[in-house]
């Protein structure tokens, strides 16, 4: 049941203006993710939990993985980086 939630929350998102704008930035995206960055924020995030909260809507927790990982030099960068294709 959770994964189906997760699913269609993804697929929604997917279908929104800023989904959209994400999937014509595919390749860039998957730049970012395999940079250095991207490996240095892997290695900082807890995926287990982030995956738990999410399964189970723990908003707070994925405030706090998030607000954490932005408070990283690596991590503000990728969001910076992520921002500036947002912009586009």
């Given at each position: 049941m959770e994964n189906k939630?997760?699913?269609r929350q993804a697929a929604d998102f997917l279908g929104s203006p800023e989904g959209r704008k994400?999937?014509?930035h595919k390749d860039e995206l998957e730049q970012l993710v395999q940079g250095e960055d991207g490996r240095r924020v892997r290695?900082?995030?807890?995926?287990?939990?982030v995956r738990?909260?999410?399964?189970?809507g723990d908003v707070e927790a994925l405030k706090g993985a998030v607000s954490s990982l932005l408070a990283?030099?690596?991590g503000a960068r990728l969001?910076?980086?992520l921002r500036d294709i947002m912009e586009r």
């Open positions: 939630d997760i699913n994400l999937s014509e290695e900082l995030i807890n995926a287990e939990s738990k909260a999410a399964q189970t990283t030099p690596e969001a910076g980086r």
